[in-house]
């Protein structure tokens, strides 16, 4: 075989990611807050775009319109991406078509929602209204030491050891903690967690403290093995368990997290009007963004080629930008018509009514790829007349049967027949799995122990009563 140099000409097929086409991937992916906080950072990096007020957008639409009728468009002009006459035109016409919202409410504040206390700075902040014989830097010590759930989890000898004090001392100051609000946090297991929350229940029943003491066999279901033990019925051991399930056995929880979200912003918003659904892209947080005047002019009258060319780019870029923003409501407004054509009895009735759906089905009817669709409906939610949903949920998987069952109806059936069963004698999974073949929705019993978990439903066991 002969090797060596030569040239050849040949053409050849290349997808290549054009900066504008990464940023316009970018944006589609972006929530409605990431977007948001995304435009602020174009704002300040490209000088030729500005935040558009709708009060006078319409106003310096029309006299866009009218100045441009009496000006002749320049050769340089010709050489921009887009028409831009256009542009404003269509700009005009969709906020004449935006909501109007009512004068009375423009002075309003926004509905702000203010960051829920650390447990922390709740525990804290009762700390320093109290007068304490023990100095307060010990309690802030152990505070500073609780974890999420409200447990400590250092011993008392850690604390003196660190602190340079008696162990005596670290259990005073243990104590003090204990007591403040919630009750059970500052507890080192959850025997002492419910132990500590026992005042919360005025009349529970005097062998409760007894009772405190079997949780790991009450957790796996040895009942009689705890009746034996305490010399009680089976059934009094279950109305002991019942009155410990009125304790909180993670006092922490109820707490926010430091940086922690406690909002959801939904990107789309589905509403039923007189029967028909009705698709709102919700951006409102999305300042409105045009082109300033200022440099258009400079860009038809500029005749240096430095400064001609630099506000050429900035103005595609801006143009791309714009063009962007544009696309993604667009695509979202389809997405979202295509789920709620496919999902409508969900929307009406129920989950158990939710169809199976994939990317597939929607990217066919919208007419774009499925990684488009999945861009789309990455981290983004809908508001829909059923609650929030994540735009994943209506892309649900499912058993191939007439009706088109989901997980999540297969689920909430599996639901129903266990609230509907007797507890003195709770069905089996495979009985559940008998039961829902006769519902047409045919699954293993190992598929309804897994989807039981995944429920928090305990096992036939646990549910029993005696």
Not at 93 to 110: G, V
Not at 154 to 169: D, G, N, P, R, V
Not at 382 to 391: C, K, L, M
């Amino acid at each position: 075989m002969r090797i060596g140099y030569g040239l050849r000409l040949e053409q050849t097929q290349k997808l290549i990611m054009t900066p504008e086409l990464r940023q316009a991937i970018t944006i589609l992916q972006l929530s409605a807050l990431e977007l948001s906080t995304f435009v602020d950072q174009q704002l300040l990096e490209n000088p030729l775009l500005e935040v558009v007020e709708d009060s006078v957008a319409g106003s310096n639409a029309e006299k866009e319109n009218e100045s441009g009728q009496s000006e002749q468009r320049t050769d340089s002009d010709s050489t921009w991406d887009m028409d831009w006459e256009e542009y404003f035109q269509r700009q005009e016409e969709r906020i004449t078509r935006e909501y109007e919202p009512d004068p009375s409410q423009k002075n309003r504040l926004e509905p702000f929602v203010a960051m829920a206390p650390t447990l922390q700075e709740y525990l804290l902040e009762q700390l320093h209204v109290q007068k304490l014989t023990v100095p307060v830097k010990y309690m802030e010590y152990i505070i500073g030491n609780l974890d999420n759930n409200g447990y400590l989890e250092l011993t008392l000898e850690s604390i003196a050891k660190e602190l340079k004090i008696s162990i005596e001392m670290a259990e005073k100051a243990l104590n003090i903690v204990q007591g403040l609000d919630p009750l059970g946090v500052g507890a080192r297991s959850l025997e002492e967690c419910l132990r500590l929350q026992l005042p919360l229940i005025p009349k529970a029943p005097a062998k409760m403290s007894e009772f405190l003491k079997h949780l790991e066999d009450l957790a796996a279901g040895r009942i009689q093995r705890i009746a034996a033990q305490m010399q009680i019925t089976t059934a009094e051991v279950q109305k002991l368990a019942d009155w410990v399930r009125q304790l909180d056995p993670k006092p922490g929880r109820r707490f926010s997290e430091s940086g922690e979200i406690r909002y959801i912003v939904p990107d789309v918003v589905i509403e039923e009007i007189a029967g028909e659904f009705i698709i709102l892209v919700n951006d409102i947080t999305v300042p409105r963004l045009g082109i300033n005047q200022a440099y258009r002019k400079a860009l038809s009258q500029s005749g240096e080629d430095e400064t001609r060319k630099f506000v050429e780019q900035r103005l595609n870029s801006a143009a791309w930008l714009i063009r962007s923003i544009e696309q993604r409501r667009t695509t979202l407004y389809k997405v979202a018509n295509a789920i709620v054509k496919r999902q409508a009895e969900f929307l009406r009735k129920g989950v158990r009514y939710l169809h199976p759906l994939n990317l597939k089905d929607i990217a066919e009817e919208v007419g774009v790829h499925e990684s488009t669709v999945s861009r789309a409906t990455a981290n983004k939610y809908v508001q829909t007349p059923r609650g929030i949903f994540e735009f994943k949920f209506f892309f649900a998987s499912g058993i191939k049967n007439e009706q088109g069952v989901t997980t999540e109806g297969i689920k909430q059936v599996l639901k129903d027949l266990i609230a509907g069963e007797s507890s003195k004698a709770p069905f089996s999974d495979q009985k559940l799995s008998e039961l829902l073949k006769e519902k047409g929705m045919e699954i293993s019993r190992r598929t309804v122990a897994k989807y039981r978990d995944e429920l928090g439903i305990p096992s036939t066991a646990l549910r029993k009563r005696y």
